[in-house]
């Protein structure tokens, strides 16, 4: 069995994602049986063209985009990197879609591409200010590319949106304490973890402002409850530090 990410109002297919790039709802997994895959989407160039030379009713042109995007998501789920990015440019010549720039977005951000990312997601912004998951990764990238005061800034327009949106306080903490603002840091992890207690990230990320600041029992109770939950292979280099650090502060 596989799992997948589908729409929970429409069912599309949405791997990877939070939001459907079709209609822009909620995703949700699901549990699927491996099926084969044929191209869902052949001869868009030419539908594109017809598009082009004629006037299409709301109807055709929407079935004419939900086409388009079930070649990107066939694409992307064949690891066909390079033609699903065509692809997203074939489905935005018929409609530009806010969240199919958000996705858009997405995968040039996996293919390392990091400046086209931004420009699409400042293209997404500029359709729809409020599209939340686009200010995310717009901080995320920002924070990447060493742009702390704006990531910030975009960080907070996320929590402008969504106040409860706790990775986004738990990776704002992190631009602050890049930015040596500690005790602001450690209060942007208090907040992400008071909405999700059993965040890793929150939780480690807390415990080393703590240690940072002289706090040594609340780092060490942070450090704990870090370990506790129980971290994942991936972040094995973080769960020996943790107990290394538990030990130089005698817990």
């Known amino acids: 069995m596989n799992v997948k990410v589908v729409c929970s109002a429409c069912s599309r297919p949405a791997p990877g994602r939070t939001k459907c790039m079709y209609c822009g709802a909620a995703t949700?997994?699901?549990?699927?049986?491996?099926?084969?895959?044929?191209?869902?989407?052949?001869?868009?160039?030419?539908?594109?063209d017809a598009m082009r030379a004629a006037q299409l009713t709301p109807a055709q042109r929407k079935a004419l985009f939900d086409r388009a995007c079930d070649k990107v998501v066939a694409l992307v789920e064949a690891g066909r990197a390079?033609?699903?990015?065509?692809?997203?440019?074939?489905?935005?010549?018929?409609?530009?879609?806010?969240?199919?720039?958000?996705?858009?977005?997405?995968?040039?951000?996996?293919?390392?591409?990091?400046?086209?990312?931004?420009?699409?997601?400042?293209q997404a912004l500029a359709i729809d200010r409020a599209l939340v998951d686009a200010w995310f990764e717009k901080a995320d990238l920002l924070e990447t590319q060493g742009r702390l005061p704006e990531s910030l800034a975009a960080?907070?327009?996320?929590?402008?949106?969504?106040?409860?949106?706790?990775?986004?306080?738990?990776?704002?903490?992190?631009?602050?304490?890049?930015?040596?603002?500690?005790?602001?840091?450690?209060?942007?992890?208090?907040?992400?973890?008071?909405?999700?207690?059993?965040?890793?990230?929150?939780?480690f990320n807390k415990a080393?402002?703590?240690?940072?600041?002289?706090?040594?029992g609340p780092a060490r109770d942070s450090f704990r409850r870090f370990l506790a939950l129980g971290p994942p292979p991936g972040l094995r280099a973080q769960a020996d530090y943790?107990?290394?650090m538990l030990a130089k502060l005698g817990g």
């Not at 989407?41 to 594109?48: Q, R």
């Not at 440019?89 to 990091?114: F, N, S, V, W, Y």
């Not at 704002?172 to 005790?183: I, K, Q, S």
């Not at 080393?208 to 040594?216: D, R, T, W």
Request: include cysteine.
């Open 28 to 48: 949700r997994e699901i549990h699927t049986a491996v099926v084969g895959g044929d191209d869902p989407a052949a001869a868009v160039g030419a539908k594109l």
């Open 82 to 122: 390079e033609e699903a990015l065509a692809a997203f440019d074939e489905a935005l010549a018929i409609e530009t879609a806010p969240h199919l720039l958000l996705a858009k977005a997405q995968h040039q951000k996996q293919m390392g591409r990091h400046a086209p990312a931004l420009a699409t997601l400042e």
């Open 155 to 203: 960080y907070d327009a996320v929590l402008a949106l969504a106040p409860r949106h706790a990775r986004a306080h738990c990776d704002r903490g992190h631009v602050l304490g890049r930015m040596g603002r500690l005790p602001e840091a450690l209060d942007a992890y208090t907040r992400a973890l008071a909405i999700d207690g059993a965040s890793l990230h929150a939780w």
């Open 208 to 216: 080393n402002a703590e240690a940072s600041l002289g706090q040594v």
């Open 242 to 244: 943790a107990r290394q």
